[in-house]
Nanobody
């Protein structure tokens, strides 16, 4: 099982970024893929997730209305579209899945939002 996250960068407040998480080594369409983030000195927190079976999505209150998660089953990729970014969104973003009782994490991608 491998997850690789891409797409981080530096933007000004109000800008947008799209993160990608490419999955391999498991039946991508059968599992929930989640996005977490961790800012310096803070605990890792859940941002969003999407169920592979029914497409159901969940968002943290702090990103509702600004972030959108989606999946491309042909590319085994989950996207996190982030709009109206705020300085408090600055963090390393990670994608994750729970496969057969083991949680797997992709390498983080850094998002920096300047005011």
């Amino acid at each position: 099982v491998q997850l690789q996250a891409y797409g981080g960068g530096s933007v000004q407040a109000g800008g947008s970024l799209r993160l990608s998480c490419v999955a391999s080594g498991f039946n991508f369409e059968q599992y929930i893929i989640g996005w977490f983030r961790q800012a310096p000195g803070k605990e890792r927190e859940g941002v969003s997730c999407m169920d592979g079976y029914d497409g159901r999505t969940v968002y943290a209150d702090s990103v509702k209305g600004r972030f959108t998660v989606s999946r491309d089953y042909a590319r085994n990729t989950v996207y996190l579209q982030m709009n109206d970014l705020k300085p408090e969104d600055t963090a390393a973003y990670y994608c994750t899945t729970l496969w057969k009782g083991t949680r797997f994490w992709g390498r983080g991608t850094q998002v920096t939002v300047s005011s």
